[in-house]
């Protein structure tokens, strides 16, 4: 069995010369508590992968997205619009659209979705 003030000290040394390297409690402007935040909730990782794709009218998205109600959708686009994860544009003309598009931030997150997915399918997801 792993000494329990060794695993702790190996973990911390992972990002030791980092800014948040060493903390021992939650830190809000934490680089990995900023991705957790704005992927936080249902539906929000399956909202990004289909603006991966594509920019998106909210009728788009609530197409593909059966399942999910225009509220929590709308919930979820402006919640990745004030991370900066997607950007709100509207189309001039009568009727106006709206479509949603990843900013390059946002595009950056494909990197960590395919993490994500890699580690949740890997050994040991019983």
Aim: include cysteine; charged fraction near 25%.
């Amino acid at each position: 069995m792993t000494n329990q003030t060794v695993s702790a000290q190996v973990r911390r040394d992972l990002w030791a010369d980092e800014e948040y390297g060493g903390v021992d409690h939650p830190v809000a402007d934490c680089p990995v508590e900023v991705t957790l935040h704005a992927l936080r909730g249902r539906w929000t990782t399956l909202v990004v992968r289909e603006l991966l794709a594509d920019e998106r009218t909210f009728s788009d998205l609530a197409t593909v997205l059966p399942a999910l109600s225009d509220k929590v959708l709308t919930d979820r686009l402006a919640h990745l619009t004030a991370c900066g994860v997607v950007v709100r544009s509207r189309e001039p003309g009568w009727p106006s659209r709206v479509k949603y598009a990843l900013t390059p931030r946002g595009q950056a997150l494909r990197d960590v979705l395919e993490a994500m997915w890699a580690w949740g399918a890997g050994p040991g997801t019983d």
